[in-house]
């Protein structure tokens, strides 16, 4: 079995892992780790939860170990963008880990912070700056920092980052980078906008793969529930009082529907916080800290806020709104089971939404087993309500009338009978239950 010292690794770097949790390298890091040290440009194509920080944090590292001397007074040596906050705070987390005991320099920017501290803590340089694009290009126009002699641009999570809009963000920031520097891509997908950008920015680039678009943790244990979607808050109340004291991530498509959904939440007694595009940056560090220290039981989030969250204790995911981009759904169940822990993910799917259901099992190259209330009929799915309509209805409210009897043919505790159908109307989609299936939202968080 390949270790880290078989991958060349410079002593102080070994050493430094010997305090951590990692032990042996992961497939994409005994990929990827001798190609960088090499000086090589690399793509790299793996699921979140693989170890993709390490696998270019810790050869760059390696390389920068060598050079011996401070950088000058703004300069950057190795910059690492990243799409959000909390993935930035992430990687920033692991390099410092990774370069206790050396002389090697991390350094984080991003928005919602102080501009000022940031400048001040640029002025005196930097080995590594990891940032998001927006405030990075914010001091590049004040000129507290400098990228000419930056030899390492490192695009994580870059499917993402397309899917953000950084784009444009990034034309700016590589037009400050010398041609001359390796390149380094990692995403969890790769369309053709990502082939593209790779095209453009990486030369001759190395390409590794692991783990397939699609393929999600194999210990993660996977289920659909089919519910009208004016249903859905009372079948998550019936699934987190199941698991009591056990931390549950709920993902919903619009930011306003998962605040609503949160506050539900937290009237009918769950412990529970929201994290998405709304909240300030200072409200969604608080709330992460308090879901990581466990004062808080279930956090409800967007995809873009959630994006980067690594917290073993999660142990179920809630696909409240199945998502509308179907690599998505892969990213959402791959926040639990994570340091080979056990978890659960379970997908809500309204009969607008089977459309997202059949696009995800695709991916997946399988059926996602259900476990409750059976596939919607045709006609249903035709006559449900399509995004815009039966706007400005509010969800139960405590103390409110139960859900509507379980559809025709399913037993008591979810079951479905074989080839039972649901029968009957669907209820209308309520705002604060989530949003409107179906409604394609690729800038949300």
């Not at 060598?66 to 959000?84: E, N, Q, W």
Request: hydrophobic share 35%; charged share 25%; net charge positive.
């Amino acid at each position: 079995m390949t270790s880290f010292a078989d991958l060349g690794l410079s002593p102080k770097l070994l050493k430094a892992l010997e305090k951590t949790s990692l032990k042996q390298p992961t497939p994409i890091q005994v990929q990827a780790i001798p190609h960088i040290m090499k000086g090589a440009d690399l793509m790299g194509l793996a699921q979140t939860g693989t170890g993709k920080t390490a696998a270019f944090g810790l050869p760059l590292l390696h390389r920068l170990l060598d050079i011996g001397h401070p950088p000058g007074p703004k300069h950057v040596r190795a910059l690492i963008l990243a799409p959000t906050r909390e993935l930035t705070t992430q990687i920033r987390d692991n390099l410092e880990t990774f370069t206790k005991g050396t002389a090697v320099k991390v350094t984080m920017v991003v928005g919602g912070a102080s501009l000022f501290k940031q400048a001040q803590a640029l002025s005196r340089g930097t080995d590594v700056l990891v940032a998001t694009p927006g405030r990075l290009i914010d001091l590049l126009e004040r000129g507290d920092v400098s990228l000419e002699k930056c030899g390492y641009l490192v695009l994580d999570e870059a499917d993402h980052m397309l899917d953000m809009g950084f784009i444009h963000s990034l034309r700016k920031i590589a037009r400050h980078i010398p041609l001359k520097r390796q390149t380094l891509l990692f995403s969890a997908t790769m369309p053709r906008d990502i082939e593209e950008i790779a095209d453009t920015y990486l030369r001759n680039p190395v390409r590794v793969q692991v783990a397939p678009p699609g393929k999600p943790v194999e210990r993660i244990v996977q289920g659909v529930h089919f519910i009208p979607n004016g249903d859905k808050a009372r079948l998550l109340e019936d699934y987190l009082k199941k698991h009591p004291g056990e931390q549950a991530l709920v993902f919903g498509r619009t930011k306003h529907g998962s605040e609503k959904l949160a506050k539900l939440l937290a009237s009918w007694g769950f412990r529970v916080g929201s994290i998405h595009g709304n909240k300030s940056q200072n409200q969604r560090d608080r709330t992460l800290t308090e879901f990581r220290t466990g004062e808080l039981d279930v956090l409800v989030a967007t995809d873009v806020a959630a994006r980067g969250i690594d917290i073993p204790t999660v142990r179920h995911v809630y696909n409240y709104d199945l998502p509308n981009v179907p690599e998505n759904y892969v990213h959402r169940i791959g926040r639990t089971a994570r340091a080979g822990a056990q978890g659960t993910a379970v997908a809500f799917c309204a009969p607008a939404e089977m459309v997202e259901l059949q696009a995800i099992e695709k991916l997946l190259k399988k059926p996602i087993p259900v476990i409750g209330g059976a596939p919607w009929a045709a006609e249903i799915v035709a006559a449900a309500p399509r995004p815009g309509q039966n706007r400005g209805q509010r969800p139960q409210r405590s103390g409110g009338p139960k859900p509507a009897a379980k559809p025709q043919g399913q037993r008591p505790g979810g079951k479905p009978v074989a080839g039972a159908r649901p029968q009957g109307g669907q209820a209308s989609p309520r705002r604060g239950s989530g949003g409107k299936p179906g409604q394609p939202h690729r800038r949300q968080g």
